[in-house]
């Protein structure tokens, strides 16, 4: 294992005083949520991501679980420790954090975008990007003068290639990272996923021995 990554504990057990903890976004909708628990007399927390299409955990008090979690605590003042993953034995569910745990602990987080939400995302920004050439074509279609008009074409295209530029610099990036994670030349980020999936022997982040929920 390489010392440049943080340890990680295998920890089974029965969740006790579960608590959720919402935070509202700019738009007052929840943007994510804080799960904290103990198992035996060690707290633990755990992040998940509760904006609109985010995988909720279904936990309950009293459930048997296992849990990937880094082995020390948050701060001197603070003895919660951080759940990188959680399989729940009840239903069998595993959660695995990304988003919200890479942006409140960058020097020990995993990639923010797990492997699984990368089609969705890059589908998303498709879409959107998609529906606002259509709008902005719609509007000059309908308002546009008779110049602008004749000019439509070439405007629509010029505006299309560079919304799909815009596209290609989120997906290009990840496709890029993604290939050379699969030539076994991961990021310290993937290495920190890798550690987790072995952790709970969950196979690997492209080839899940489960089905993974990707908070």
């Known amino acids: 294992m390489s010392a440049d990554l943080p340890s990680i504990q295998r920890i089974?057990?029965?969740l006790h005083a579960l608590?959720?903890?919402a935070h509202v976004g700019a738009n007052k909708r929840p943007s994510y949520g804080i799960y904290r628990f103990l198992i035996g007399h060690q707290p633990y927390v755990m992040y998940a991501g509760e904006n609109f299409g985010n995988a909720l955990p279904f936990l309950a008090e009293g459930d048997q679980v296992d849990i990937a979690a880094h082995d020390a605590p948050l701060a001197s003042d603070d003895p919660h420790r951080l759940v990188y993953a959680m399989r729940n034995l009840e239903d069998d569910r595993?959660?695995?954090s990304h988003r919200v745990f890479r942006f409140m602990h960058t020097d020990i987080g995993?990639?923010?975008v797990g492997p699984g939400q990368r089609t969705p995302m890059?589908?998303?920004?498709?879409?959107?990007?998609l529906i606002t050439w259509l709008i902005f074509v719609g509007i000059?279609?309908?308002t546009g003068t008779p110049q602008t008009l004749a000019e439509l074409p070439e405007l629509a295209t010029v505006i299309g290639g560079g919304m799909l530029i815009v596209w290609l610099v989120f997906a290009l990036p990840l496709l890029f990272l993604d290939t050379r994670w699969r030539l076994g030349k991961p990021t310290r980020r993937q290495r920190i996923l890798d550690r987790?999936?072995?952790t709970l022997n969950l196979g690997t982040?492209?080839?899940p021995t489960a089905r993974i929920e990707e908070l």
Not at 122 to 129: A, E, N, R, S, Y
């Open 19 to 21: 608590t959720h903890e």
């Open 140 to 142: 000059v279609y309908t």
């Open 205 to 207: 982040p492209f080839a």
């Open 110 to 112: 995993p990639v923010g």
């Open 12 to 14: 089974s057990g029965t």
């Open 94 to 96: 595993v959660y695995v």
């Open 196 to 198: 987790v999936y072995a």
């Open 122 to 129: 890059l589908k998303l920004i498709g879409w959107l990007l």
